[in-house]
Structure formats: structure tokens, C-alpha cells
């Protein structure tokens, strides 16, 4: 067999990542088990790399001959996967994942990073109309008519360094909220990552209200957070004072043209305990004639991050958004419910978290050694499927 392989990843996250105990032992919950936990935690990754990540899809390919060629021992149902994934502990993935960003620290990934960030964002995902679960939240229209029940959840990624790393998840129900959940969040991954993995946290707007500030300070982090019409104060002061004025820089950004404005001299709002505020402006001009303003509070003093190097900062929260949600959703089953339960579709979250991670190191680093070229994410799924010898291929399209 030559090129890459799911055996070969295999072998990758469970030597070159330190996730062989991982997957021995994932967090099993399940009383008197019969299938062995790593046949199941094993088939729900290497299932999401193969983006076949329905549980019957599951069940379909570990009753194929491609069986071996998966590295998964045994065969089961999807009833079996359902029944494994409701019982099985989150605290065991998130700790592999963040185990497994660390080894990539260890391994140089991040060596030519100034500022390794952290990014969080919510998404809602799992659109269902069965009977709701303690984490749904109901879908109305206008009149209040139900139509149905969606999920949310919070997503912390490494950003910033070329690599785009999902780190941890936190859901949250109808009676809770993003910028709570956002909190727990990074207290629970800081607390696991290192106080000093990153130096600062680039989040939307949602997340610029004073509890989540304070969190964040507290944790040593920084924060880069939109700056919107939730605080019309703020956002009304910057818009007065950078009306009047020029840009205070302009600069070619790829084919586009950027002009900045940036003070830091804001009054905080009346609950947060900041001395001062910056806030950052910038107006980006396409070649098509397109403008898009944005403006982004911060806490960063100048010295430490100038204007140029804070809006790059700022642009770091696109990845969760392209690389997190987008690429979640529409590659690796984040908006399917394969199991209508608060903890199978928490565990199915973290798996594809930990799915990304394994595949980014995997394509980016480690087959990119050397002078290998970069293969995209379509080409290694299709060797994948390749060399697994079966008769048919996915929909990919
Ligand atoms: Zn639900």
C-alpha cells in the first residue's frame, strides 16, 4: 500500500500525537462492555476523516471488507454506537485534544508564531423535530409558531499559526447563554492548555460584555473581541471620533487596501473594570470596489501590539469561522445528529474536534516534511478511500 492510509494515521495519532492511550481507554462508560472502547472511539474518528460520519455509515463500513484496512477490531451496529457515545465521558477527548496540540507545540508547529491565539465563536447545529433534549432550543417564527428544535454550542480553536486547531466544545440549553458557556469554556481549556500556551482570546461580539472580559483577564488572557451595537455607547464614542478624522495608517493587504484607526483612550462602560478601552478600526477596500468596516475592542496596550499586528489579530477569528464551523459543517457531519442525546451529540462535537486536529497535523506537518508538497484535505479523503480497496468512493461533491 503506498501514500497515506487510515492504518498509517492510525498509527500517527496513536505514536507521533501520544494518543494510543487515548484510544485504549477514551472514557468508557459503558457497564459489563463487549466491543472494546477503542473499536468504537476509533471507528467514529477515522469515520469523520472519511467524511462517512453517520452512525449507519459506520455500522456499513465496519461490515465491509475494509474492515482491517480501518484499524477497527470488531464489527457492531449503529445501535451500539449510540449506546457507547451516550455513556462515554467528554473529559478524556478534551484532555486528548488538548494532549494533542501540546505534542504539536513539542513537535515545533507553532515555532513561527509571535502570538499563538485563541478563538471562540457559537454556532447552533442539529436542526431536529423529534421530542426536544435538555440542550434544545426551540426554532419560532414571528407569530411564535414551533418549528422544530436546534442545538448550540461554543468551539475554542488554536488560531493564528497557519494551522487552524479545534481545541475544546461546550454546549449550552435555551436557559443559558453563549457568553456563560464561552466562560466555562475557557476556564475548563486554559486551565488544561497552560495559562501561558496563548496570550490572548479573539471572540465576536456576543462574547464583549463585562463577565467575559473579567474571565479572561483573570485566566491572563487578553481579548480582541467585535465591537457592535450591543455596546451602543462604546460604539458611538469611536464612531465620533473616528468620523472626524483621516486614517491613522493605510496599507496594501494582499490585492486589498486597509486603512486603520486606532485610539486607546475610551471610557470603559459602566460594569467593566478596565482603566481604559482601544478600539481598533479598520476599512478594508476590495479591487471589486467592496468596503467592509469592522471595529474590535481590545485590552492589548500599543507597545506590546500595534495597529497592523492587531488587525491581524482581529482577521484570527475568520478561522473559527472557516475552519472551524464551515469546515465542521459542511465536510465532517457537525450540523448532523447522529444520536439524538445531549452527550452522543456533545462526544460526536468533541470527535470531530479531535478528527480535525489529527487530520491538520497529519496533512500539514507530518506529510508536508521535507520537500513534500501540501496535499489538500479532498486528496488525502480520496486516497483514504483508495486505499482502502473498496468498490465505491463518496459523495464528495
Ligand atoms: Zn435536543
Redo the contacts with the bound molecule.
Keep these: 500500500m503506498s501514500g497515506p492510509s487510515a492504518l498509517k494515521i492510525l498509527r500517527y495519532a496513536s505514536h507521533c500525537l501520544g494518543l494510543k492511550s487515548y484510544l485504549q481507554h477514551p472514557g468508557d462508560g459503558r457497564i459489563r462492555p463487549r466491543i472494546p472502547a477503542q473499536a468504537l472511539v476509533w471507528s467514529l474518528l477515522i469515520a469523520h476523516l472519511l467524511r462517512a460520519w453517520s452512525f449507519l455509515r459506520v455500522e456499513w463500513l465496519v461490515h465491509s471488507p475494509a474492515r482491517p484496512g480501518l484499524g477497527v477490531g470488531a464489527a457492531f451496529g449503529d445501535d451500539a454506537l449510540a449506546y457507547f457515545t451516550e455513556r462515554l465521558e467528554a473529559e478524556s477527548t478534551r484532555a486528548a485534544l488538548s494532549s494533542a496540540i501540546h505534542q504539536a507545540k513539542r513537535n515545533k508547529v507553532f515555532d513561527h508564531t509571535r502570538f499563538i491565539g485563541l478563538a471562540l465563536d457559537g454556532t447552533g447545529a ?1 436542526y ?1 423535530q ?1 421530542k ?5 432550543h426551540p426554532v419560532t417564527d414571528g407569530q411564535g409558531t414551533l418549528h422544530g ?1 436546534l ?1 448550540h454550542f461554543a468551539l475554542l480553536a488554536v488560531v493564528g499559526t497557519g494551522i487552524t486547531l479545534p481545541l475544546d466544545v461546550e454546549p449550552y440549553g435555551a436557559k443559558d447563554s453563549e457568553y456563560a458557556a464561552g466562560q466555562r469554556l475557557l476556564r475548563r481549556a486554559t486551565a488544561r492548555i497552560g495559562r501561558r500556551f496563548a496570550p490572548y482570546v479573539v471572540a465576536d461580539g456576543a462574547f464583549a460584555t463585562a463577565p467575559f472580559l473579567h474571565t479572561a483577564g483573570q485566566l491572563g488572557l487578553r481579548v480582541v473581541a467585535r465591537l457592535k451595537g450591543n455596546l451602543p455607547e462604546l460604539s458611538q464614542a469611536a464612531a465620533r471620533l473616528f468620523d472626524g478624522q483621516p486614517p491613522h495608517s493605510v496599507f496594501p493587504y494582499g490585492a486589498d487596501r486597509v486603512e486603520l484607526w486606532d485610539a486607546d483612550d475610551f471610557p470603559p462602560w459602566a460594569t467593566l473594570r478596565w482603566e481604559r478601552v482601544r478600539v481598533l478600526r479598520y476599512r478594508q477596500h476590495k479591487p471589486d470596489g467592496t468596503v467592509i468596516q469592522a471595529e474590535w475592542l481590545t485590552d492589548f496596550p500599543r507597545r506590546q501590539v500595534g495597529s497592523f499586528n492587531l488587525f491581524r489579530l482581529a482577521k484570527n477569528r475568520w478561522e473559527i469561522e472557516n475552519q472551524g464551523f464551515n469546515d465542521g459543517k459542511n465536510r465532517y457531519g457537525m450540523e448532523h ?1 447522529c444520536h ?1 442525546h ?1 452527550n452522543s ?1 456533545l462526544l460526536n462535537w468533541l470527535l470531530i474536534a479531535l478528527a480535525l486536529v489529527i487530520e491538520r497535523l497529519y496533512r500539514l506537518c507530518y506529510l508536508h516534511r521535507g520537500t513534500h508538497p501540501v496535499r489538500s484535505a479532498i486528496d488525502l479523503v480520496n486516497l483514504l478511500w483508495l486505499n482502502l480497496r473498496l468498490p465505491c468512493a463518496p459523495d464528495t461533491s
Design positions: 442539529g431536529t423529534k426536544p433534549c435538555r440542550l434544545c428544535h442545538h445528529i439524538h445531549p451529540m
